[in-house]
């Protein structure tokens, strides 16, 4: 049974607590009867299909979500957080709308947003907003995709015509998978490496017009199809290229680079390095976002998969009068539960990664660090969730047995649909690696005052010293962690701050011993290639155990600050469980590295299964406390468990 049904005042708690800072938007898009609810019997071709989605993302141009794209000046809110919060929501409904609307208003409104000036404000925003000026994010290449740096394409600068000539100089220029183009697009923002009198200054964005009036390509301009994908069928993801294509000046966004009107470039920022990234940083929503998105899609598969488990039976018990609700099995438990509560604190660990992103878009945190420190936790957060979506929806459907596998339950769209996300907005390979060496930055000083003795022991040290920065909950982490009874293994899980200290613990080890290993790479006549590469899987652990960590800090944070009551107390359950599993997910790695010994390693699992079993006979009321209406999870198998 759903909160809707039952009014549950358990779940309405945890609703409101998992809600966060942008309950409001939330609550208006549950009530909002223009939602784009997914139809798992939808039965169109690939056309009609991309027109439904037009269609949908439309009409949610006048919705809160939309305006919190605008500046205040153009009549918006110009609340990150709530554009992101409201994009999430739809992360539970259809996904290519999900995705349609998020490069839209994420990528394509993103990028003028900013790294184009007043008079790209002015000139795009308000038809990007009401989709008189359908649009799309031209980054991709068909030889480049997460090294973005090296793209291929080019714009150059014409003094003679004050004008930029856009090109693809060969076939791997391409720019591929480009949603929007295929079909409805009529300006793309193109990443190309910008030319002004022979030198090339790096990539930089330019608006590039892609259709006329009567939606024919512009001349120059090539336009491909990618046809039939996996998923996301209502998606016009499509090919550009582009022949010479000329375009005035001022389609430069030039908020990081501009050309003035004797043909000069300039930049606030000198280093190309430095430059690049920023205006990559600028448009770190998008990773957000997708974060978001997956989420609340495993949080869909998981209401789906949970009500079933709780009303379908399976053999019987021993009186052999009742039938086995398969809820009830152990093994059914554990596949579903360990992944409803890492679940629910990616949840929190994305909304303080979305209240961040909004805080730094504001102006109300400034600094250079904080900025970095988002786009690494924003890549991290955004590889663990989408992989964690792929893994959950399948066990998912596994748990529905056949019914699982009916297209009408909406579990073949939710995995088609979910896949892309492990590799678009950036490979989550690549995306771990960029998290872990943000992690790294902290030790670069500290390698500089070691001799070799010193290195050898630093990075010997099997117990560290935690270097770790809070960004989540600082001070209430601090507090628990102080007041914890110990970081061994008998004491460490027993309480709150010490599961945090534990945490803590296994990031800094790994962090740190990986620092002494790519430090081999700065030696004369290292190959640092070789060096780095060999040490990839360590850098991959050091990431996700990052990950776990702020993961954690996050969901303990919100409990702390959540009132008291039955709703807090059923939290911290699913918290231990978070742990727990966690812990025994990587209990090997404890076992090696002498802090867990093989009897606590077996008590962990026992935990698990204890845990599991206090959680049973609250299941629906966490998966209520998702606060998903009935309305969006309309499947022929919650209408036939009705009927039983």
Known sequence: MSAEQTKDPVAEQIRSVLDGRWEA??????????????????????????????????????????????????????????????????????????????????????????????????????????????????????????????????????????????????????????????????LAAVFAQLVVGEEQHGVHCVLVPLRDEAGQPMPGVTIGDCGAKLGLKGVDNGRLMFDQVRVPRANLLNKYGDIDDQGRYSSPIESVNRRFFTMLGTLVRGRVTVAAGAGAATRSALTLAVRYGLQRTQFTYPDGEHEVVVMDYRAHQRKLLPRLAKSYALAFAQNALTGKLADINTGEITDESSQRELEARAAGL??????????????????????????????????????????????????????????????????????????????????????????IGGSIIQRLISGAPGKDGDNALEDRGGQLAFFEDRESHLTETLAMRLRRAGEEGADSFRVFNEAQDHL?????????????????????????????????????????????????????????SASQSKAVVARVNELCGQ??????????????????????????LASF
């Open 382 to 471: 955004k590889a663990i969730t989408t992989e964690h979506a792929n893994d959950t929806i399948q066990a998912c459907r596994e748990a529905c047995g056949g019914a699982g596998y009916m297209a009408l339950n909406r579990f073949a769209d939710l995995k088609a649909d979910t896949d892309v996300f492990a590799t678009f907005e950036g490979d989550n390979t690549v995306l771990l690696q960029l998290l872990a060496k943000g992690m790294l930055t902290d030790y670069k000083s500290d390698f500089q005052e070691l001799d070799t003795r010193g290195a050898i022991l630093f990075g010997a040290r099997q117990v560290t010293t935690s270097v770790i920065e809070h960004t």
């Open 615 to 640: 959680l049973r006979p609250h299941a629906g009321t966490l998966i209520s406390g998702f606060g998903i209406p009935d309305s969006w999870l309309t499947t022929e198998m919650m209408s036939d």
């Open 25 to 186: 938007i939330r609550q208006q898009l549950r009530a909002d009867p223009r939602f784009p609810v997914a139809e798992p019997d939808l039965r169109l071709d690939l056309e009609a299909h991309r027109a439904r989605t037009l269609e949908l993302v439309t009409a949610l141009t006048d919705s809160e979500l939309v305006r919190a794209t605008l500046p205040v000046d153009l009549g918006g809110t110009g609340d990150v957080g709530a554009s992101v919060t409201g994009l999430e929501m739809i992360g539970h409904g259809d996904l290519s709308v999900f995705v349609k609307a998020g490069v839209q208003f994420g990528l394509f409104g993103g990028a003028i947003a900013n790294l184009g000036t007043e008079r790209h404000h002015r000139e795009y925003l308000p038809g990007m907003a009401d989709l008189s000026l359908p649009g799309c994010f031209a980054m991709t290449e068909t030889g480049h995709g997460s090294d973005v740096q090296s793209i291929l394409t080019t714009a150059t600068y014409d003094p003679a015509t004050d004008e930029l000539v856009v090109h693809s100089p060969s076939p791997a220029a391409r720019k591929d998978y480009i949603g929007g183009a295929a079909r409805d697009a009529r």
């Open 540 to 596: 991959l652990e050091s990431a996700r155990a990052h990950i776990d960590r702020i993961a954690l800090e996050a969901f303990v944070t919100a409990i702390e600050e959540a009132p008291d009551g039955p709703g807090r107390d059923l939290l911290n359950l699913v918290c231990d469980l978070f742990v727990f599993s966690t812990v025994e997910a990587n209990r090997a790695w404890f076992i090696e590295h002498g802090r867990l």
